[in-house]
């Protein structure tokens, strides 16, 4: 099968905006739910005309990813017309849907990043996205590397909550190599004309790009080396090999390399680079696919099995994504309850206005950016507030989640941008050390680092050329104090060199910080002032 559509998490905000001319071919009407189910649609629903897929030789797997606690849909509007996009009350619906093709054979899968980037999600820590996912009937979620911000106490919390399986089969406990007590390495899932194993991968990176109190006494196993070691062992209890990763960072890349290493998947369901196949990839015989993220697309995978052998005979032109759009079939009231109470709850603190841009302020994680500099402006004013006589502010562009676009901007939306709950945090930090850091900044696409109070320039080979802090050149023995946040001072991010400052002070949450700025300065309208430049 061909890729129709691959995108990054950047290109991903351009399939969104192209969002309404899919949909004619994307979506089916609506039909009835599952007697088994807690909720059901209203009666006289029309169920599907699909009998094609009940001649008792298919199974199909309906998958999400990257959720990031979204439980709210979007609402776009254009010239002639507006819509709803996602929203996991919406998801629910097209899952009913879909499910009513092959009610006793099918899958449903989350491959992770399920609940962190939302206030209301974030509120409780996930507990609702949980909870909305046990009355979705998922059957299974892996680990991504978001779902451990809150600690691994949380993840338990979470694990003795839901009626599916958190699976991670290569996080393991660093002294005895067991697997963790909040996570199963694999599952079973008998469909009846197949049984269908499923080895989850959370992210190996996970340790470099979460806060090292949260990875404490836990090791990642490389993702290869994992799956070889259980799949002999699934192999005896399953017909069919699923694999849910949550482990790209560029489309698809590292699952097909996994599939080129590891022989015998059948399938797998990718996660983490939000990355939007319309079709899905095969590679060495393994079909991977991956639905974007936001609940803006529910993917489903159609697998024919062989009823002889059990084995999947074919899956040619199975693979499809189905577009989240309100409205166009029955949502399930018990999801939508969720969401509305949640949302009530929220809406006295997100609704309140902070301040206002005259300017768009779109996202970019690469490289200096008006947005980038908001923050790390807002970042440099709070620690200097606090009496810390900082003078660099640093904050890493992979946290910033959100564009800002003109007009009013709510404290919702500020927290859409800095979803993750970081502190601001002062430290003392040595001139060689920053230049350290800006060094380990830096990719092909520009450095991950938004910066206040200094610059830096840097040749594509990755080597510092000029550094200055308040309009002097950097001294490398001088100790400066930099204001940055909890999560790189502990040596996220692959920031090790943080983690060796000294004299580390706590403040109040980043989104706090960039909010009491924009109420203090408001209409803003930030311009790229030359901060980071590449030579």
């Known amino acids: 099968m061909s890729t129709i559509a691959s995108t990054s998490c950047s290109t991903v905000r351009s399939l969104r905006n192209a969002f309404a001319l899919v949909l004619a071919a994307l979506l089916i009407g609506a039909c009835q739910y599952l007697p088994q189910q807690v909720f059901t649609f209203p009666a006289g629903a029309p169920a599907p005309t699909l009998a094609a897929t009940r001649d008792g030789e298919h199974i199909q797997i309906l998958h999400t990813n990257d ?31 879909q499910r ?6 099918t899958l449903v899968l989350d491959a992770g990043d399920t ?3 939302s206030f209301i999600s974030n509120a ?16 299974a979620q892996t680990l991504g590397n978001h779902d451990f911000d809150w600690g691994q106490d949380v993840l338990r919390a ?31 899932k008998d469909l009846g004309i197949t049984r269908v194993g499923i080895i989850g991968i959370a992210n190996p990176g996970t340790p470099a790009i979460n806060k090292p109190a949260n990875m404490s006494g836990l090791r990642f196993l490389a993702a290869a080396e994992t799956v070889r070691r259980y799949l002999p062992e699934v192999r005896k209890l399953a017909d069919v090999i699923v694999v849910m990763t949550h482990m790209s960072q560029t489309g698809v890349e590292e699952d097909r ?19 939007a196949l319309q079709n899905a990839v095969v590679e060495n015989g393994t079909t991977i696919v991956q639905a974007g ?34 409205g166009k079939v029955p949502v399930p009231a018990e999801v939508a309850k969720i969401v509305a109470d949640r949302a009530a709850e929220a809406r006295s603190v997100t609704s309140r206005v902070v301040g206002r841009t005259t300017l768009d302020l779109p996202l970019v994680t690469r490289g200096e950016s008006a947005l980038g500099d908001l923050i790390a402006d ?15 502010a640093l904050y890493n562009g992979a946290g910033i989640r959100s564009a800002i676009p003109p007009g009013d901007v709510t404290y919702g939306k500020v927290y859409e941008v800095l979803p993750f709950d970081d502190l601001v945090v002062g430290l003392d930090l040595t001139g060689q050390q920053l230049t350290t850091i800006y060094t380990r900044s830096l990719s092909d696409r520009g450095a991950n680092l938004a910066i206040s109070g200094a610059t830096f320039s840097y040749q594509p080979s990755g080597t510092i050329t000029t550094a200055t802090v308040g309009g002097a050149a950097i001294a490398p023995a001088r100790t400066y104090h930099v204001c940055t946040i909890d999560y790189l001072a502990l040596g996220g991010d692959g920031q090790s060199t943080f983690a060796s400052g000294k004299n580390l002070v706590y403040g109040d949450i980043a989104a706090d910080a960039v909010a009491d700025y924009l109420t203090k300065h408001s209409p803003v309208s930030p311009r790229l002032e030359a901060r980071i430049v590449a030579r």
């Open 67 to 97: 959720i990031h606690g979204r439980m709210e849909p979007e609402r776009l509007s254009g010239s002639n017309s507006s819509f709803e996009r996602g929203g996991i009350a919406n998801l629910a619906g097209f899952i009913v849907q």
């Open 100 to 105: 009513a093709r092959l009610p006793e054979r």
């Open 115 to 117: 609940w962190q980037g």
């Open 124 to 139: 409780n820590k996930g507990a609702a996205m949980v909870q909305a996912m046990n009355l979705m009937g998922y059957d």
């Open 158 to 188: 979470r694990a003795s909550e839901a009626r599916f399986p958190f699976l991670a089969a290569n996080v393991v406990d660093a002294v005895s190599g067991s697997v963790v007590p909040f996570a199963k390495p694999y599952l079973v």
């Open 257 to 275: 390399q996994l599939a080129r290493e590891v022989s015998g998947i059948d399938v797998i369901v990718s996660a983490h680079s939000h990355t």
């Open 293 to 326: 993220a936001y609940a803006d697309f529910l993917g489903r995978l159609d697998l024919t099995i062989d009823p002889a052998t059990h084995h999947v005979a074919a899956v040619a032109g199975a693979s499809e994504l189905i577009a989240i759009v309100g």
């Open 378 to 392: 807002a970042m440099l004013e709070y620690c200097r507030g606090q009496g810390w006589s900082s003078d660099v």
